[in-house]
């Protein structure tokens, strides 16, 4: 390479490496007209500008047709307004056939099915998309594989899910949160349960001005109507407030009545308390009793308490009178005498014993003198016997059963 030029600093101004005729020159002072190739350069020191040859001088700074650095290493297409690097069959804008760096230690690659956003500055990285201070904020958007239908965006301080995107948590996606578009669903779709925690946790409406549901961590739980607490549990049990309504046939009262006090209906599934004191029918003594529904009395049957004197007209018995009566110890010359009346009809009728084998008598237990039994295998036939406090005996001679 030849070098030209006035180094002691002379009058001669021109400064040239390079040969005229081989090209890729560098030269100053007065521009090149012949033995120009493309690339030489030439520093025009008049208006201070770099000027390299592409078929013309052209400026550094002013419109470049081409620009083909190391063979498409950094290639200008100004006829398709592109910027290539490491490449020059790109029709976009921008096109880098490799990793991007920005600064000092990130990185921007895109490496096989994946595209890699990476910063190793040795603390802790951060990737922000922010806006840079016009006020609006920024929008981050993801679509689907086919570019059809967003998937979800980030916009200011919202992470807005499209409807029928499911948000999905866990290794294998088991707690799932989406909204179909018309109604919102939080669903546990794997073998476990699904927990909401907190000390104190509220159900309420989209507006947080009512409250369906409280929940309380070791203490009452609370149901609402209309934001007003009706069922709340205690250590107890339950309280309510209002009225009990139970299968829509009845209603229980909301509150208590007073003492001794029943519960009544009025046949329309209203209950109420209500004091039992039935107004009782006829005069005093009179005995009370079912009149077609209602209380009833008559003066021929009477209860006076001051003689314990129970008084019946017309006594009407229908089958068996049994008459038990306890005289207690009645003295030799008593006379005991009983009216019974006007007797209609001859109701009496043998009575029955209970029968047993002469094993099966010497067996009884609980026995009483003067008990009578039916022996049905006595060895002299089957007979009546009386208990007399040791032995049963036969009726008709007194000798023990065998």
Known sequence: MAIFGNFKGTTQSEFQIGKSSEGSKISTGTRPSS???????????SNSTLQVYNNAWVSVGSTLTD?????????????????????TSSNDKLFVNGSLRLGTNPSLKFAGAYLDVSHANGTATQLRIRDNGSGS???FKVYNASNSAEVFKVEGNEVLYSDNVKAKFGTGGDLEIHHNGNNSFITDVGTGSLYIRS?????QNAGGTKTSIQTNSGGAQTFYHNNSAKLATSSTGISVTGTINVNSEYSLPSADGSANQILVTDGSGTLSFATN?????????????????????????TYTSSTDTLSVTNLDVNGSLSLLEDYGSIASTATVTRDYGL????????VPHDSYTVTEANNLTGLNSGDMIFVN??????TMAFYDGSDWRRV????VIS
């Open 35 to 45: 033995g120009i190739s493309t690339g030489d350069l030439y520093v025009d020191s």
């Open 67 to 87: 620009l083909n650095v190391d063979s498409g290493t950094l290639f200008v297409d100004s006829s398709n307004d592109t910027v290539s690097v490491g490449s």
């Open 137 to 139: 904020d920024p929008i």
């Open 199 to 203: 000390g104190t946790t509220y159900f």
């Open 277 to 301: 004191n039935p107004t009782p029918a006829g005069s005093n003594t009179q005995i009370q009793f079912n009149d077609a529904g209602s209380l009833g009395g008559a003066s021929n049957l």
């Open 343 to 350: 007797v209609a009809t001859d109701t009496r009728a043998p």
């Open 377 to 382: 295998n006595e060895t002299g036939g089957a």
């Open 396 to 399: 008709q001679d007194r000798a």
